[in-house]
């Protein structure tokens, strides 16, 4: 099934309010991420059936560590798991796992699953997904920029080519849940000339049709790119 999508080819989220989402019903804020990644799941399916190319979650920033020792090793616990459980998953909907972000310095076992089932789902052709993992995007673009100086110059092209996001199709809408407005580091460069959407549904909350709804008005959005 196809559902028209207004255009967009690559959708980024910053999934934000497990913690209230959590707090909201008593409960400790791994249960709001615990939730988050059953939303992760609906919505990855959705993101297919949207005919989007190409789907970018932002799950651990490289500013996560400061939060308490424990919820990071619940995080790094689901996310573990999220990628050992649903590799059956990712061949029943034709997903592409990408990872990106400073992965290579997680812990071992992790870097391991990863490097696992980025091998397991490279065949995989309808919709990527790109899951953004000890991710900042000023670290993403001194490593993109030093590359670039290491291979002659520093050109807007260079500097482009170096992403992480490089064989990615442009993104055309970045969505945060939750209330925030603000990009916190997640895909400075990319974001340029991406629409913004912001809704006050928590991540946990938020479902295909809260998808549908921000590319419904993408799809009214007028794209001028600095021209009249
Ligand atoms: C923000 O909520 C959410 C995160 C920091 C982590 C996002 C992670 C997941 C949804 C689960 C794992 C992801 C995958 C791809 C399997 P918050 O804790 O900052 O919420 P708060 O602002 O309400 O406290």
């Given at each position: 099934m196809t559902i028209q999508n207004q255009g967009a080819r690559h959708v980024a989220i910053i999934m934000d309010g497990n913690g209230r989402w959590a707090k909201k019903r008593l409960l400790p804020r791994v249960a709001g991420h615990k939730a988050g990644v059953e939303a992760v799941r609906t919505i990855v399916r959705a993101a297919g059936d949207m005919g989007l190319e190409?789907?970018?979650?932002?799950?651990?920033?490289?500013?996560?560590?400061?939060?308490p020792e424990e919820e990071v090793n619940d995080l790094m616990g689901l996310m573990k798991r999220f990628i050992v459980s649903d590799l059956d998953e990712f061949a029943a909907n034709d997903v592409k796992l990408k990872v990106i972000g400073d992965w290579r310095a997680l812990a071992p076992d992790v870097v391991a699953l990863i490097e696992n089932a980025l091998e397991r789902t490279s065949g995989n052709k309808r919709t990527t997904l790109a899951v953004a993992l000890?991710?900042?995007?000023?670290?993403?673009?001194?490593?993109?920029?030093?590359?670039?100086?290491?291979?002659?110059?520093?050109?807007?092209e260079a500097i482009e080519a170096h992403l992480d996001t490089a064989d990615m199709p442009p993104?055309?809408?970045?969505?945060?849940?939750?209330?925030?407005?603000?990009?916190?580091?997640?895909?400075?460069?990319?974001?340029?000339?991406?629409?913004?959407?912001?809704?006050?549904?928590l991540w946990p909350d938020f479902k295909p049709a809260d998808?549908?709804?921000?590319?419904?008005?993408?799809?009214?959005?007028?794209?001028?790119?600095?021209?009249?």
């Open positions: 190409a789907l970018t979650l932002y799950a651990f920033s490289s500013e996560n560590w400061k939060r000890n991710y900042g995007a000023q670290d993403e673009l001194v490593r993109a920029a030093t590359a670039a100086a290491a291979e002659g110059a520093i050109t807007a993104l055309d809408l970045l969505i945060r849940t939750s209330g925030e407005v603000r990009l916190s580091n997640f895909l400075l460069w990319q974001s340029a000339y991406a629409e913004l959407y912001f809704t006050d549904k998808l549908q709804a921000a590319l419904d008005q993408f799809g009214r959005r007028e794209r001028r790119y600095g021209g009249l």
